[in-house]
């Protein structure tokens, strides 16, 4: 491989006077910009041959990782595989080429899709309605805990300005709360890494607009005593919220409209096979029980990320009912291979029965100093993404495995013989493990910089 091309910036490869560019002729007339908008000098712009800037961006997607290219098991964030079908169906120009302005007569087909995937959610998840707009997980939080605010406002009941969060929540939970204007409210988890029911008895009374849940917990803990906390929230007047960024282990197993929740988001780009994207184009549909359909808000003009909706229908309509209702146990099943495997050599900080994910504390042996980093470090170098680490915040050495549903066992079991392998490297040649990955275009690179000293321009003397 040519390291220079492979590392360089566009800027570095640029020669004065290079230029290779064609563009179509200008069908539209011209319209002069004022003199106060126009540039001084001509933007420094790279200037480079057509072949060179082709290897240039082609070399660079080859650092790319995705799914697509190896075992991506990323804990929290359900990297399933997106099959190549929901893509084609969603390059259709019919559906490719819409604009959300377009005359509603022309849409149908475009509004059929939307209502079909608002039927089968409802169905999925035991609500009565969804709406397909919220962009994000988080977006849907929002607007979920919007949809609450707005329910207790129409019943006058404005003291209700807190929601509880549990301590193993995801960030997002808390911060969405902040967003809305709630008051956020934390219940402990138990030894065992679910809620603490007695503590939750202490927080509840008449200021509780809702509890938000996430079920299985970000652990991978069913909260074994969901039913008693939904009976004592809504005893004292508060909804309750359900997290669905861990739905895919109960995909056909049981539904959170059936366990009482009564506002639910989902992650299409987790649990319905659509792409993460680089924070998008994500979407994060929420449904509501009978009744509180009057309280969607507007949280987007149009209608949510079309293309991703149809990805996620034409993944429902794939698989279909039979199959859908496997997905939970067969991510569950892999998950736990892989915790039973290795828990003899990796610490395992809550035993029991787990869903698709699980949290190891580091390895066992914490004589050698080889941390969490390290070992994702090295996993880098078996082509492997590495997996969630130092989330949840519960433990030190967090490091949380989801390997989805989608894995053959071959491939679990030689990322087990790695993990078990790079297990005794730490205690054979510990130095190996901590200065890796050895085998990727760099190394260790510093993990705060670039957020504490941006360089957002190329700098000018380098021109
Ligand atoms: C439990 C949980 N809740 C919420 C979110 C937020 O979802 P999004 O990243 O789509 O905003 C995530 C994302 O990883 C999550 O894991």
Do not use: W
């Not at 809620?195 to 803990?221: C, E, F, Q, R």
């Not at 790695?418 to 260790?444: C, D, F, G, L, Y």
């Amino acid at each position: 491989m040519n390291n220079k091309l492979y590392h360089n910036l566009i800027f570095e490869l640029s020669h004065n006077g290079r230029e290779g560019y064609s563009l179509p002729k200008n069908e539209f007339s011209r319209h002069a910009l004022p003199n106060s908008m126009l540039r001084e000098h001509p933007a420094e712009l790279p200037e480079c041959d057509e072949m060179t800037v082709v290897r240039h961006y082609t070399n660079h997607s080859g650092n790319n990782f995705g799914v697509d290219n190896g075992f991506y098991p990323l804990g929290s964030c359900t990297m399933k595989y997106n099959p190549k079908i929901n893509d084609e169906i969603a390059g259709n120009r019919h559906f490719l080429n819409l604009h959300p302005l377009q005359p509603e007569e022309t849409t149908r087909g475009a509004a059929s899709v939307s209502k079909t995937l608002r039927k089968a959610l409802s169905e999925i998840i035991g609500m009565a309605d969804f709406t397909l707009k919220p962009c994000a997980g988080a977006h849907g939080e929002l607007t979920g805990l919007m949809i609450i605010r707005g329910y207790h406002e129409s019943r006058g009941d404005t003291r209700r300005t807190k929601v509880i969060v549990p301590d193993s929540a995801h960030g997002t939970n808390p911060a969405s709360a902040a967003v809305c204007g709630l008051e956020v409210v934390e219940v402990k988890s138990k030894d065992d890494g679910t809620v603490d029911v007695d503590d939750l008895a202490t927080k509840l009374d008449d200021s509780i607009a809702a509890m938000m849940m996430t079920n299985p917990n970000t652990l991978g803990l069913f909260e074994h005593d969901i039913v008693r906390i939904v009976e004592m929230v809504h005893q004292c007047g508060g909804l309750m919220y359900y997290d669905g960024a861990n739905f895919n282990p109960l995909l056909g197993v049981c539904r959170p409209g059936d366990m009482g929740f009564d506002v639910v988001h989902l992650n299409l780009h987790k649990t319905f096979s659509t792409p993460h994207g680089g924070g998008g184009p994500g979407s994060g549909p929420v449904g509501v029980r009978d009744g509180l359909q009057a309280f969607f808000p507007m949280v987007n003009p149009y209608h949510g990320n079309f293309l991703v909706e149809l990805r996620a229908l034409t993944y429902i309509l794939t698989l279909g009912k039979e199959n859908l209702m496997k997905v939970g146990s067969l991510a569950t099943l892999n998950a736990t291979y892989i915790k039973e495997q290795i828990k003899d050599i990796y610490e395992l900080p809550i035993e029991g029965l787990s869903k698709h994910e699980f949290v190891f504390n580091g390895l066992r042996d914490k004589s050698t100093n080889v941390t969490t980093m390290d070992v994702a470090k090295r996993l880098l170098d078996f082509g492997y993404h590495a997996p969630t680490i130092y989330f949840p915040l519960l433990f030190h050495e967090a490091m949380m495995i989801e390997p989805t549903e989608n894995e053959s066992l071959e491939t679990i079991d030689k990322f087990i013989k790695v993990m078990r392998q790079i297990a005794e490297e730490a205690r054979t040649q510990p130095e190996k493990v901590k200065s890796a990955p050895h085998n990727t275009p760099i190394s260790r690179v510093d993990d705060v910089m670039a957020a504490r000293q941006p360089v957002l321009v190329f700098p000018e003397n380098k021109l």
